[in-house]
């Protein structure tokens, strides 16, 4: 564990040197400069950023602890900045425009994540966030159930 430990330093270091990466006051963590962020994200073809756009998203909805998780306000508001920077577009049309042949699984999990930001949203006294986030679940999951009945 020590010798994985230094070389996690070893590795670090140079990158926290060039200021390409940030220790996180108070906490055991890096973060990549936000510099460095959209360079790596200009450097994207556009069908490549639309994958890790989605990617980006579900992650971040998937990783907001529920409300039952002890201080999980404190790791909810740790989100807000990563969720808000996302949320901008419609995930769904995004998907929908996809090269990628379409996959309900992808539509649903996208919408839970739709829904899990709405709760991140509430949860931190975002409402109109969080009414925005819930209305997008609620309509993708309309025309799912209208487009599954109408092929009935």
């Known amino acids: 564990m ?10 670090v270091k140079p990158l926290m040197d060039y200021s390409l990466i940030e220790g996180i006051e108070g906490l055991s963590s890096y973060a990549t400069h936000p510099v460095v962020h ?6 994207l073809k556009e069908e490549e950023k639309v994958e890790y756009y989605w990617l980006a998203i579900v ?11 002890k201080n999980f306000w404190i790791l909810q508001r ?3 900045p990563h969720a808000g920077r996302r949320v901008g577009y ?4 995004i998907h929908n425009n996809c090269d990628k ?6 539509d649903l999990i996208v919408l839970a994540a739709y829904h899990k930001l709405g709760i991140l949203y509430r949860n931190q006294g975002k409402l109109s966030e969080a009414e925005e ?5 609620l309509q993708g999951r309309e025309k799912a159930f209208f487009t599954e009945t109408k092929a009935n």
């Open 133 to 137: 986030m819930y209305q997008r679940a």
């Open 59 to 69: 992650i971040i909805a998937e990783a907001v602890p529920s409300s039952s998780e």
């Open 78 to 80: 740790r989100f807000l």
């Open 101 to 106: 042949q379409r996959n309900s699984i992808e």
């Open 2 to 11: 020590a010798n994985s430990k230094l070389a996690f330093i070893q590795t």
């Open 90 to 93: 419609d995930l769904l049309e």
């Open 38 to 43: 959209e360079w790596a994200w200009r450097m």
